[in-house]
């Protein structure tokens, strides 16, 4: 059973404020906090219909219409967990890297996690202001790639400084992404959903790259952000595995 206390908890994590103040976030769906647990992450309390026997006091049995009161997804998927926040690890400055420049849409930020995942790029580089990777919508979306990339907060400018790695941006205007040559380790920068890359880090980039409008009609004004990643990686991963 579920206590008041317990659902009190589990709605304010819905908010980056209570997550920050308790180190917690929350998971859902047996597949997602089964790979949270693999990857370490210390468990705070684990809610399940398909719990028979609990072996620990953290892990609790529900019903379903518990369920229903304490998830955040439209259709719960039998099981909510609560983790601990892990530590941030040392940040690597080599390989392949992408960076999200006021990147605000949570499902944006999960698609591009999993997309780091699938391309073996091991570090992603977040301003402040881009969407919070223990959103649980970000959670979800990541569908357990999250604890295979170190996710790094901080000034996008002062980070592109200092890093040595060649800087690209996507933009609208720039070297056509199929004609570019690419190294083994870059910086990508990849811009806000509305407004694309600010001023500021525009000014930081080594070279603009685009990807260009094959359709007769031009009517689409530019390409989701984390669909514009997903091609971005391949042509470097492509690239470079020539």
């Not at 997602?32 to 620990?56: C, D, R």
């Not at 959903?193 to 980039?205: F, R, T, V």
């Not at 685009?210 to 530019?222: A, L, N």
């Amino acid at each position: 059973m579920v206590s008041k206390s317990q659902i009190k908890l589990i709605t304010s994590l819905q908010q980056k404020k209570y997550r920050d103040k308790t180190g917690l976030f929350v998971a859902e769906g047996p597949k997602v906090i089964a790979e949270l647990q693999t990857a370490g992450l210390k468990l705070y309390a684990h809610f399940s219909t398909e719990f028979t026997n609990t072996a620990s006091e953290k892990e609790v049995r529900i019903s379903e219409a518990e369920l229903q009161k304490i998830s955040f997804l439209k259709s719960p998927n039998t099981s909510l967990a609560i983790f601990e926040i892990p530590k941030q690890k040392e940040i690597q400055t080599n390989g392949l890297q992408i960076a999200l420049d006021a990147v605000r849409d949570p499902g944006n930020l999960g698609t591009i996690i999993r997309l780091c995942d699938w391309f073996g790029v091991t570090q992603l580089i977040c301003s402040p202001d881009t969407a919070d990777c223990f959103n649980p919508k970000v959670i979800q979306a990541t569908m357990g790639s999250i604890v295979r990339i170190q996710i790094v907060y901080c000034s996008l400018s002062e980070y592109i400084k200092n890093s040595p790695l060649p800087v690209y941006g996507a933009c609208m205007e720039g070297t056509n992404v199929y004609s570019a040559k690419y190294p083994e380790e870059a910086l990508i920068v990849m811009g806000n959903e509305a407004n694309g890359i600010s001023k500021e880090i525009m000014g930081l980039l080594h070279e603009k790259i685009t990807i260009p409008q094959f359709g007769v009609r031009q009517d689409t004004e530019s390409l989701n952000v984390a669909t514009a990643t997903a091609i971005l990686l391949s042509e470097f991963r492509r690239f470079t595995e020539r």
